[in-house]
């Protein structure tokens, strides 16, 4: 599996827009890429995946560069309710449906401040 | 959308007991499913995958035999800690994978904090 590389912190003000960039330098071409968030005390949620190009749907964006060595995570108009810690993931999906293992990095804890 | 729950929530043994956490796929069928294991501001760590009706798969350095994992059915996965010492203290947290989901998508449950004195 890729080894991945995020900030360890972040902090931003509310209101503004956030963007979380991960470096995944050994990404291989089958992998995808996936955020997850996770408050304190909560299991991990599943925030967008993407493989190539530019991801959006109604809780953020993922950025991906041609080459995908990065993506970047944009959270845009952050609230104090976004504090959490996001991790990047870099894998290979399953050829059907089901499930592969995820291998947590370190991930960002991100600081929302009013 | 897909929901997994784990109980109890919290649970606080003694030293020596043993301590069994329940993993249900509440509105969905998951063939697999996942146990990790988080220590205050780490990351989580993958200890076994579970699979229905076979025997578990252990990450290296996690004990089978401390750690017993029972998938039986396709919405039930249940860890149990033998013989809890302090040191097995953490919060672990459960997911599974929906047959139908996205690929790459797992759910996880709320977590279950252990607390051995």
């Known amino acids: 599996l890729a080894k991945t590389t995020q900030p360890i912190s972040m902090d931003s003000y509310e209101g503004q827009e956030v963007n979380i960039t991960c470096s995944h330098n050994n990404i291989a071409t089958n992998d995808y890429i996936t955020w997850y968030q996770q408050f304190p005390s909560q299991g991990p949620r599943f925030i967008i995946q993407g493989y190539k190009t530019k991801v959006t749907n109604e809780v953020a964006s993922l950025f991906i560069p041609a080459d995908r060595k990065s993506s970047t995570l944009s959270l845009p108009r952050v609230s104090l309710s976004d504090t959490a810690v996001y991790y990047c993931?870099?894998?290979?999906?399953?050829?059907?449906?089901?499930?592969?293992?995820?291998?947590f990095g370190k991930g960002t804890k991100l600081s929302v401040i009013p | 959308g897909a929901v997994v729950s784990q109980h109890p929530s919290r649970v606080i043994c003694k030293s020596g007991t043993s301590v069994k956490i329940e993993c249900r796929s509440l509105?969905?069928?998951?063939?697999?499913m996942f146990w990790y294991r988080q220590f205050p501001k780490q990351s989580l760590m993958l200890m076994a995958t579970?699979?229905?009706?076979?025997?578990?798969?252990?990450e290296q350095g996690v004990e089978k035999d401390k750690f017993l994992i029972n998938h039986a059915s396709l919405t039930l996965s249940t860890l149990t800690v033998t013989s809890a010492h302090p040191e097995d203290s953490s919060f672990y947290i459960c997911?599974?994978?929906?047959?139908?989901?996205?690929?790459?998508?797992?759910?996880f449950g709320p977590g279950t904090r252990l607390t051995v004195t």
């Open positions: 509105d969905f069928q998951a063939t697999t």
């Open positions: 997911s599974a994978s929906s047959t139908s989901g996205r690929f790459g998508e797992q759910y």
């Open positions: 579970s699979n229905e009706g076979s025997k578990a798969t252990y």
């Open positions: 993931l870099v894998g290979v999906p399953p050829s059907g449906a089901g499930s592969y293992q995820l291998t």
